[in-house]
């Protein structure tokens, strides 16, 4: 089993940047596809962008799509999301995770590894 580790959250003011990022140990990260998730108080974590295991393509929420990127360095084991542009409504928990679907997921219960979150918090 992987396990995730999530680091790189903080506050900052809106229309600045963050970049997260996610170490992997255990099995090697190229052999699973990643995501992004968050959840903010009071809501449902939601899917914020994915990347097939390739890492060749990636998707992600109409929400953050234009300022959010995913990557990943499978030299480092470690997968990022850049975030630009940030908005007071980007502020939650954010969630690396992995999955053995190929393609990745929009979809929470498919993956079965999950980091432990790191907060971003966006001040108007």
């Known amino acids: 089993q992987v396990q995730l580790v999530e680091s790189g959250g903080g506050l900052v003011q809106a229309g600045g940047s963050l970049r997260l990022s996610c170490f992997a140990s255990?099995?090697?990260?190229?052999?699973?596809?990643k995501g992004w998730f968050r959840q903010a108080p009071g809501k449902e974590r939601e899917f914020v962008a994915a990347?097939?295991?390739?890492?060749?393509?990636?998707y992600y929420a109409d929400s953050v799509k234009g300022r959010f990127t995913i990557s990943g360095d499978n030299a480092k084991n470690t997968v990022y999301l850049q975030m630009n542009s940030l908005k007071p409504e980007d502020t939650a928990v954010y969630y690396c995770?992995?999955?053995?679907?190929?393609?990745?997921?929009?979809?929470?219960?498919?993956?079965?590894?999950w980091g432990q979150g790191t907060q971003v918090t966006v001040s108007s």
């Open positions: 995770a992995a999955t053995t679907k190929i393609d990745g997921s929009r979809i929470m219960n498919d993956y079965h590894n």
């Open positions: 255990g099995p090697t990260i190229a052999t699973y596809a």
């Open positions: 990347m097939h295991r390739s890492g060749y393509f990636s």
